[in-house]
């Protein structure tokens, strides 16, 4: 069965870093396109981050760019997202996310990242 585990959020300062981790499991990612979305609390899920199958292609939200990096290791059947001088408003569930085509679209369970002094 197909899954992605998130780990790697929590509790940090303003100007604190953070390296959220997915591994998948039950497929392998090398084709996917591998992506990192959030939710505020009363907000709709928006994209952060993605990484095309190649690893060649990498497109970053403007709110994070220059903050934010993702990369992957297929070896290890996993992706990241480097989170560095994280501002109160990035505080959110992350979710990870492999895309193939419709069909082939899973979610992990999300994890918080909260920052605050």
């Known amino acids: 069965q197909e899954q992605l585990v998130e780990s790697g959020g929590g509790l940090v300062q303003p100007g604190g870093s953070l390296r959220l981790s997915c591994v998948a499991s039950?497929?392998?990612?090398?084709?996917?396109?591998m992506r990192w979305y959030r939710q505020a609390p009363g907000m709709e899920r928006e994209f952060v981050a993605s990484?095309?199958?190649?690893?060649?292609?990498?497109n970053i939200d403007d709110s994070v760019k220059g903050r934010f990096t993702i990369d992957r290791d297929n070896a290890r059947n996993a992706w990241y997202l480097q989170m560095n001088n994280l501002r109160p408003e990035d505080t959110a569930v992350y979710f990870c996310?492999?895309?193939?085509?419709?069909?082939?679209?899973?979610w992990g369970q999300g994890t918080q990242v909260t920052v605050s002094s």
């Open positions: 996310n492999a895309y193939l085509n419709p069909s082939r679209d899973f």
């Open positions: 039950g497929f392998t990612i090398s084709a996917y396109v």
């Open positions: 990484n095309s199958y190649t690893g060649g292609f990498t």
